[in-house]
């Protein structure tokens, strides 16, 4: 029976610190995440941003991505479950991995350190 006793009160705190780290870690994981600002979701993003950011607009329909209409939520998510404002390189890896470059072997950090954001026009050697 001691035994028992000796068991439980060690699992009972392993068990309390492992849920507090896990939903700290879940906490902070949310915090690090972009959010899109409160928007009306029945609305598409060109709705809004053609009013928002038209400049934006107008570079990304010159685009390939534009003229082959990709959705915003190809690169940026969603807006709501998920979002990105300034996407990464495995957004454009997901869907040009024949183009990946090896960011350790070069003096440059993402994509967009040659490509243009929206027009995706190349402009950095």
Known sequence: MH?????????IPVLLLSFVVTFSLMANKSDDTDKHSEVDFSLSCMECHQEETPEIVKEWRSSDHGIMNFGCYMCHGDGEVEFESSPSTERCISCHSDQEVDFTKVKLQNCFDCHQGHSLKFHRN
């Open 3 to 11: 035994f028992n006793k000796i068991k439980i009160r060690t699992i």
